[in-house]
């Protein structure tokens, strides 16, 4: 039985590549404004972060993948510890929940059953984000009136507008998916080693002959 530190290695490891492939996609669209914290950008970076864990922890260790997910939430929330209202708490807590939901749903009914439509996971893991996270922004326009600021005269924007960042999210964190799952990380990976050591041998036999 694998330990826990090679279980988290695993994890942190393969996150990575789809957490950077969220960076790459979003300085694509949106240049260096995907690392301000006070743009919409900055989703790239907290759900790209936070989707790739769960998502990989589901494929090491699904029994405690929802664990991790309430641990990045606590975390996220003591980090950024600007507005502690019950009602930001709520936003938050119901976007953490439509980011599990849509990555368990394309883990169960699309990664694990269609190994031959594996080309087609980034697509379909950003058209889920892209309807789930605007079912969810439909929920937050809905309780407005009880918790929110208004959003009525802005719902239509609202909606729209998390659509096309979480859809990128999920392209982002799909294509790092894909990458690993195709071996092309793998062999990148190799190649860089076989170069790097070509490279090392040069300049060593340089070096014996000066």
């Not at 290695?9 to 950077?20: D, E, F, M, P, Q």
Request: hydrophobic residues 55%; positive net charge; contains cysteine.
């Amino acid at each position: 039985m694998r330990s826990n530190a090679a279980i988290v290695a695993t994890v942190l490891g393969r996150s990575l590549v789809s957490i950077a492939c969220c960076f790459v996609v979003g300085l694509i669209v949106f240049q260096w404004r995907v690392f301000h914290p006070y743009f919409l950008t900055s989703q790239f970076i907290m759900f790209g972060i936070v989707g790739s864990v769960f998502f990989y922890t589901l494929r090491v260790n699904r029994r405690n993948a929802f664990a991790v997910l309430l641990v990045l939430f606590v975390v996220q929330v003591g980090l950024l510890f600007r507005d502690l209202r019950s009602a930001i708490l709520l936003r938050d807590f119901i976007f953490f929940a439509t980011l599990a939901a849509a990555l368990y749903i394309f883990f169960i009914g699309f990664y694990m059953k269609t190994v031959r439509y594996r080309n087609l996971q980034p697509l379909v893991l950003a058209t889920l984000f892209a309807i789930a996270f605007s079912i969810a922004t439909l929920i937050l326009g809905l309780l407005d009136e009880t918790f929110f600021r208004p959003l009525a005269s802005s719902l239509f924007e609202a909606i729209l507008t998390n659509a096309k960042y979480e859809f990128l999210v999920g392209l982002g964190i799909g294509l790092g998916i894909l990458l690993l799952d195709n071996g092309y990380v793998h062999r990148a990976g190799e190649l860089t080693k076989h170069l790097l050591g070509s490279l090392g041998a040069t300049f060593r036999e340089f070096g014996e002959r000066l």
